[in-house]
T-cell receptor, first 117, second 114 residues
Framework: DTGVSQNPRHKITKRGQNVTFRCDPI?????LYWYRQTLGQGPEFLTY????????KSRLLSDRFSAERPKGSFSTLEIQRTEQGDSAMYLC???????????????FGPGTRLTVL | AQSVAQPEDQVNVAEGNPLTVKCTYS??????LFWYVQYPNRGLQFLLK??????LVKGSYGFEAEFNKSQTSFHLKKPSALVSDSALYFC????????????FGTGTRLKVLA
């Protein structure tokens, strides 16, 4: 078990540029979540996948944000035309969702810190 | 709106004393409840969870949490605090009504004083 990995760990970009982040979940985990965390706040839900299906997307997420999980394994989060307000830590988490009522906890990656200049 | 509240931004406790970090929630249905800890420059780490059963659940590093359905609370506790427990603690709920979404609180910084 190598844990959840995220790349890159840090990204500095200029306003208006596009950025893409990658998350590799724990291999047998079927659910994958993206969060945004700013200083002094808890993780804010962005979206989640069950296998390759994107099941829910936050209403706070603008159309500039898009996420994919094409084969139900790794996922990418793309932000188009970045704004300074997008500066934050972007967290990925995975979990093994089972049928019925029992589900395991989320395992988090180290995050990608985005700075938009 | 569904939410999780951690009313204390910071909790200070002397080493060896018991600690409590408070969490209340306002969500529909019967959510699953979690506590996570975040150390500086580290990812969030799972501490414990309540799904069903006994209201007192035990987790990692000697932490435990008490679920109170009538008060919709899930307070984190430890009988004897260590300096190494100093970190940022997050309460979270996983919704169970037609979604697998999690909602996190804003976090409580725990400072254990030697």
């Amino acid at each position: 078990d190598t844990g959840v990995s995220q790349n890159p760990r840090h990204k500095i970009t200029k306003r208006g540029q596009n950025v893409t982040f990658r998350c590799d979940p724990i291999s047998e985990h079927n659910r994958l979540y993206w969060y945004r965390q700013t200083l002094g706040q808890g993780p804010e839900f962005l979206t989640y996948f069950q296998n390759e299906a994107q099941l829910e997307k936050s209403r706070l997420l603008s159309d500039r944000f898009s996420a994919e999980r094409p084969k139900g394994s790794f996922s990418t989060l793309e932000i188009q035309r970045t704004e300074q307000g997008d500066s934050a830590m972007y967290l990925c988490a995975s979990s093994l969702g089972a049928g019925g009522s029992v589900n395991n906890e989320q395992f988090f990656g180290p995050g990608t810190r985005l700075t938009v200049l | 709106a569904q939410s999780v509240a951690q009313p204390e931004d910071q909790v200070n406790v002397a080493e060896g004393n018991p600690l409590t970090v408070k969490c209340t929630y306002s969500v529909s249905g019967n959510p699953y409840l979690f506590w996570y800890v975040q150390y500086p420059n580290r990812g969030l780490q799972f501490l414990l969870k309540y799904i069903t059963g006994d209201n007192l659940v035990k987790g990692s590093y000697g932490f435990e949490a008490e679920f109170n359905k009538s008060q919709t609370s899930f307070h984190l506790k430890k009988p004897s605090a260590l300096v190494s427990d100093s970190a940022l603690y997050f309460c979270a709920v996983r919704l169970t009504s037609g979604t697998y979404k999690y909602i996190f609180g804003t976090g409580t910084r725990l400072k254990v004083l030697a």
